[in-house]
Structures are given as structure tokens and as C-alpha cells.
């Protein structure tokens, strides 16, 4: 009883703190909010919007050797009788509607005269002789990209999606190389059979170009199921960041609380406590317990708040429920841990800017390299050699509805760590009080 | 008390109230919270621990301003809580390290009527001081420490006896002490001579009879008295007497 008193007491003294208050709740929310208006805004709804960009096509293709795709997996579902009709009728289609605003121009100068008014941003010139390069097995197919040199974004993606399409060509042609390669003469006329068969994988594969373009995803891993993909793209972006903030701070409220020990044998009232009879391991049990109690309010007020302002989600509850006791055990035993190698609390600045800046960064570093597979790929094990990556570890996996198992295995881990410096910790302030 | 220190200490402890030197309270809580924890850590509870702060704030004076934090308050009314503390829960033994430092005369006063409001009560008070004076006021015994060791105990009246009925002297001079601390010494009528800080205190059977002498010796040396300080037999003497040096902290 004494003990909770003792927790009661420390966590009023936390939470009256207005410092301590921002940096528990402000800080890590105002962070993931930044990110989350850098990104998308609230009234819009959490949608990803970028400014369309203005493109003008300059289609002279004159056609080639007549052959037909499957019109229902071409974005527009339209018909194309050229190549240069394919590719208008992919930057046409609904999926592109929201990026791209396509207008047409009689001739090539038409059209790089439009994007050097700044009529357009983007001018794609199909030449005449576009499908019969690509009819030609020896042939190369070539699109003019003429864009305004100052812009980057709206025509990177429109050049990225030429690429795609130009790519997905360039298989058709390997395709029908390697069958005619191997079939024999007869065979010859199934030729545009594997053409279309391609053409319905390769274009079916790129369905929600939206997507594809942007590439964004969750960084440790990819997703394990599709319903647990989060709703939007601006979710994905900051789903990561406000778990690894809310690790981050978690760990630096565990060692600021955890630091009301040294602070209150500073202040002359721990000696004090123990003046009174109670005894010496119902005292330190008290501290211990209002570090572990602190940390939990904090890791339960963000996972709720971050659920509603910002409509993340956490996964299911019983993965979601595991990190989290993972992340507030070992957040609280680091804490003690660290602080039991102090002298006093002046140390704490050298402890906060370094120890607990340097674990926390490597602990998010896979978010960091979200971007880059191979950088993300090294991020997540390097992150794993500090307590914060296995939390922020454990969140994503909930995050991304990687099953129960795998997250119990990741909550294991933490309580691995947990039991070890909380021994540790223990053991260091019952020899320094002794 | 019929408790063992080293087999019961826990039973000890629920019988001592100690009051440290240092302010130990929680600034960020308020008076009314600190003593509630504090109740509760000797073992109070419920009805009884609500009445009992209540009485506490009454008998410290600050039930009107109970509920502000203990961090806005003066010196002296955190003195005041930091003695009320030891108070709660009602101690046979209360140890009160120099309460009275560094705070007003007003409330210095308030604290010296409550311990010897506490004494009167049948309390044990255990109490330290710099200030012979409170030590002279509040004690029944008293014991001198110097360098961590117990010189002297009893009661006012015995450690005085110690130096006799000697008068102590303080002079300042306008020279250095050590010009005449070697005539005076031979003066008729003085008992001893020491210098501490530029003060020369002169331990004497008869002040009247002394104090002339004194002054002709500094005169024959060319020294000047620029001030005389002639202090009765106390506990100051005493202390003096037994170590040679004043009083320090």
C-alpha cells in the first residue's frame, strides 16, 4: 500500500510538471502532426493530394502492323488500334485522373511551345513511326519527354509512369522474341496471343497507378495481409512516425521519472523516507512502480490520441496490447537501469543528450529509411541492437496485422530486456542505498 | 523505548519524528498533500490521517493556506511543515536537526514556543543548534559536540560550573591580536586568552577589576580598544572553555 502511495505521489509530481507534460504528450503528437499536415490535410479528409500536372501530347503515331490488347485491363477501357493510342489512353485513364491533366497538340513544336509558355509542365511526343519501331524486333520505340526545366515533382511522375509503360513494352518484345525462338513455324500465329497475354498481366499490374508512383509504404516490413493495409497513403506515412515517436519519448519519460530517485535524494527527502518505517525495498518498489505507471498512462493517452486525431491504426488489440506492455516494460526498466549509473542529476543532461538521443535514433532508424529497401533492410537489424528498435519493431508488426505470434515473439524480446536492466537497476540503487 | 535499533528498526523508527536541517518536502505538492503522504508513511490512514492533518495545519498555522504549494511558501512556513511532518503521528521522540537556520525572528519564536510546547507535552525533544542561547532556553540536558566528539553533557547549570563563575570578554582591537595577547595574558585576574577573526576573548574572574588593566597593557603596547563586549558565564563560555575556539558551523 505504502509503495503505491509512494507511486501516487511521484506520478502527481510528474504530471503537474508542464514540462514534462509537453514532452510526454505535447511533443510526440506535435511531431506525427507535422508530419501528418506536411503530408495531407485534415479537412480534406487524409487524402494524398498533389497539384496535377499539366501535360500535352503530341500523338503521331501513324501505326504499325495491326494488332489488338485486351481493352478491358487498359486503364479507360478504350480501344487502341497504335501503340501511341495505348499510351494516351493510359495517361487518360480514371487511375491518372487525379495527377494528370492531358490536352492534345497537332504537332511536336505545338507542343513544346505549350510547355515553354508554361501552358503545360509536360510535353510527351509520340513520333510517327512509334508503333513500327515497335513492331520492328529490331526496332526501338522512343517517346520525346520535353518538360519544364524548374519542376520537378509533377513531371517525374509523369516521366516514371512512361517508364513503366515503356518497360512493360519492352517485355512484350522479349517476350515474343523468346517464343518465336523456341516455337516452331507453325506456331507463329499464336504469336499475338503471348503478346496479349502480356500485355494483360504487365498492365494489370500497374491497375492503381496512383500507388505505384508514389511508392510509399510502411518501412520494416512489407504489409502481411491487404486488410491490414492502412486506409491511405498519408497514413502509411505517418503510422511509422508516431510509433517511433511515441517510442522515443516513452524511453525519455521512463528515464525522466526514473530520475525522481537521484532528484529526491537531492531534495533530502528520500533520506527522509527513510527516517519513517517503511521499509527500504517498499520505497524503492514505489519509485519503480510510479516509472512503470507513468510510462503506461503516456503509452496508452498516445496510442488513444493518435487513433483519433490522426485516425491511426494500431492493428489489432491483442498484438497492439502486447507491444505496448512490452514497450512500457522496457521503457520504465531502462530508465531505472540508466539512472542507477548516475551520480546525480546534473549527469542527466549528458544522459538525455546523448545515451538516450543516440539508442532512441538508432531505434528508429528503419522509419527514417523508409524510402530506400536496402537502407530499410539494415536500418531494421541495426535498430534491433537497442531496446527502442525492438518497440518500434513490435508496433509496426501490430501495425502492419503481422500475426500474434510473431509480435508475442517481438514482446518476449522486450520483456528479455525489461528483466535485465530492471535487475540490474535494482540491484544498483539496493547496494547504493544499502 | 524497549525496541532494539538494530533487530527492530522499523519499530524504532515508528516512535522517532525527525525533523532534518534541510527542507525536506515536496515543493510541487501542497502543505495539505505533503503532510497527507507524509501521515501515510508512518502508517496513518483514512479518518484518522484526515483529522490528524487538519490538526497539524491548525497547530503549524497554516490551515488557511493549506492548499498551496509548498514551493510559494516563505522559509519559515516550510520550517514550520517540515517540523509538522515529524509531528503526525505523534512520536515519543522527535529529533530536530538546527530548525531554526537561515529563517525570520517571527518564525524562529513560533518554532521555540512549539518545541517547548512539545516538551511540556512529555515529548522527548533531541534537539541540535549553533545557538547556545536556544540550546540554553529549550534543554532540560545538554551535550557539546566538537569535531564529532561529545565533550560535555549535563545540565545548564552544571557546564557552567565547568568554567566557573568566570565573565568572558570579547575586544576587537585597532592592531593585530597577537601584540597584546601575550601581556594580557599575564594580567591579573584573567584566566585565559584566545583570538579567533580578529575578537580577543578574555575569560576573567572579575570584569570590573580586569577591564582597566587590559586597557592600560594595550595602551603600554600603543594598542587601541575600539570595542568591549563583556558577556556573563554561558554556554558560549562553556564551549569556549573547553575548546578555545568560538563557536562555528
Redesign the interface.
Same mark, same amino acid.
Given at each position: 500500500m505504502k509503495a503505491l502511495d509512494i507511486a501516487l505521489k511521484d506520478m502527481t509530481r510528474s504530471f503537474r510538471s508542464a514540462f514534462a507534460v509537453i514532452f510526454m504528450f505535447g511533443i510526440p503528437l506535435l511531431v506525427t502532426g507535422m508530419f501528418y499536415f506536411m503530408f495531407g490535410n485534415i479537412a480534406s479528409g487524409g487524402e494524398f493530394n498533389l497539384p496535377k500536372t499539366k501535360v500535352v501530347i503530341a500523338n503521331l503515331d501513324e501505326g504499325g502492323p495491326k494488332f489488338q490488347v485486351s481493352t478491358k485491363n487498359i486503364p479507360g477501357s478504350r480501344d487502341a488500334d497504335t501503340m501511341g493510342e495505348l499510351v494516351v489512353a493510359g495517361l487518360q485513364s480514371e487511375e491518372m485522373a487525379d495527377l494528370i491533366e492531358v490536352s492534345f497538340a497537332r504537332g511536336a513544336e505545338a507542343a513544346r511551345a505549350a510547355v515553354d509558355r508554361q501552358e503545360a509542365q509536360v510535353a510527351i511526343i509520340i513520333p510517327a513511326d512509334f508503333s513500327r519501331q515497335f513492331a520492328d524486333l529490331d526496332g526501338k520505340a522512343v517517346i520525346e519527354f520535353y518538360q519544364d526545366p524548374t519542376l520537378t515533382i509533377g513531371p517525374g511522375i509523369i516521366r516514371l509512369i512512361l517508364n513503366r509503360f515503356m518497360d512493360g513494352m519492352s517485355g512484350v518484345k522479349i517476350a515474343v522474341n523468346v517464343f518465336l525462338d523456341e516455337a516452331d513455324t507453325q506456331a507463329y500465329a499464336l504469336a499475338g496471343q503471348v503478346v496479349r497475354q502480356y500485355l494483360d498481366i504487365s498492365l494489370a499490374q500497374t491497375e492503381n497507378l496512383e500507388e505505384v508512383l508514389l511508392d510509399v509504404r510502411a518501412p520494416a516490413s512489407a504489409p502481411a495481409n491487404d486488410s491490414a493495409e492502412s486506409p491511405n497513403l498519408l497514413l502509411r506515412i505517418v503510422s511509422p512516425i508516431m510509433g517511433g515517436m511515441l517510442v522515443f519519448y516513452a524511453f525519455f519519460t521512463g528515464t525522466s521519472t526514473a530520475q525522481s530517485i537521484l532528484k529526491e535524494e537531492e531534495e533530502r527527502t528520500l533520506p527522509r523516507l527513510f527516517t519513517t518505517p517503511t521499509p527500504q525495498a517498499t520505497i524503492l518498489s514505489g519509485k519503480f512502480l510510479a516509472v512503470f505507471l507513468t510510462v503506461l498512462v503516456q503509452v496508452v493517452v498516445l496510442l488513444v490520441a493518435a487513433r483519433l486525431i490522426f485516425g491511426i491504426q494500431w492493428g489489432d488489440f491483442l498484438p497492439a496490447a502486447l507491444t505496448a506492455v512490452g514497450t512500457v516494460f522496457s521503457a520504465s526498466s531502462f530508465g531505472i537501469f540508466v539512472n542507477s549509473f548516475l551520480k546525480n542529476t546534473r549527469q542527466g543532461g549528458v544522459l538525455f543528450g546523448g545515451v538516450l538521443t543516440m539508442t532512441g535514433m538508432i531505434g528508429m532508424i528503419g522509419i527514417f529509411a523508409m524510402n530506400s529497401p536496402a537502407a530499410a533492410r539494415l536500418g531494421d537489424t541495426v535498430s534491433l541492437l537497442v531496446p527502442q528498435g525492438w518497440a518500434v519493431h513490435g508496433l509496426l508488426q501490430a501495425m502492419n496485422g503481422q500475426p500474434v505470434t510473431s509480435v508475442l515473439t517481438t514482446a518476449l524480446v522486450m520483456l528479455a530486456w525489461s528483466a535485465t536492466f530492471f535487475a540490474i537497476g535494482v540491484w544498483r540503487f539496493n547496494k547504493r542505498y544499502a | 523505548m524497549g525496541h532494539s535499533i538494530r533487530s527492530d528498526p &522499523? /519499530?524504532v +523508527?515508528?516512535v &522517532?519524528g #525527525?525533523v532534518?536541517q /534541510?527542507?525536506? &518536502?515536496?515543493? /510541487? &505538492?501542497t502543505a495539505r498533500?505533503n503532510l497527507t503522504?507524509?501521515g +501515510?508513511?508512518?502508517?496513518l490512514r483514512g479518518a484518522a490521517l484526515k483529522a490528524r492533518v487538519n490538526e497539524m495545519l491548525d497547530i503549524i498555522g497554516l490551515r488557511d493556506r493549506a492548499n498551496e504549494r509548498v514551493g510559494k511558501y516563505s522559509g519559515g512556513m516550510k520550517r514550520r511543515v517540515n517540523i509538522g #511532518?515529524a509531528l503526525l503521528h505523534k512520536p515519543k521522540v522527535i529529533y530536530l536537526d538546527e530548525p531554526t537556520v537561515g529563517i525570520d525572528p517571527q518564525s524562529r519564536r513560533n518554532i521555540l514556543d512549539s518545541v517547548v510546547a512539545l516538551k511540556n507535552e512529555g515529548m522527548t525533544v533531541l534537539y541540535t543548534s549553533h545557538y547556545m542561547e536556544e540550546a540554553q532556553e529549550l534543554s532540560d540536558h545538554i551535550a557539546i559536540m566538537d569535531h564529532g566528539k561529545l565533550i560535555a553533557c549535563g545540565t545548564h547549570e552544571e557546564l557552567v560550573k565547568l568554567v566557573g563563575q568566570r565573565t568572558r570578554i570579547d575586544l576587537t582591537l585597532n592592531v593585530e591580536a597577537s601584540r597584546v595577547l601575550g601581556s594580557w595574558q599575564t594580567v591579573e585576574g584573567v584566566a585565559r586568552v584566545s583570538a579567533e577573526e580578529g575578537t580577543i576573548s578574555v575569560l576573567v574572574e572579575d570584569s570590573n577589576r580586569v577591564l582597566p588593566r587590559l586597557f592600560e597593557a594595550a595602551t603600554r603596547l600603543s594598542a587601541r580598544i575600539t570595542s568591549v563586549d563583556i558577556r556573563e558565564p554561558n554556554l558560549e563560555a562553556v564551549f569556549l572553555h573547553l575548546t578555545g575556539r568560538a563557536l562555528r558551523d
Open positions: - | &522499523l /519499530d +523508527k515508528s &522517532l #525527525v532534518p /534541510d527542507i525536506a &518536502l515536496y515543493e /510541487d &505538492l498533500e503522504f507524509w +501515510k508513511m508512518y502508517g #511532518v
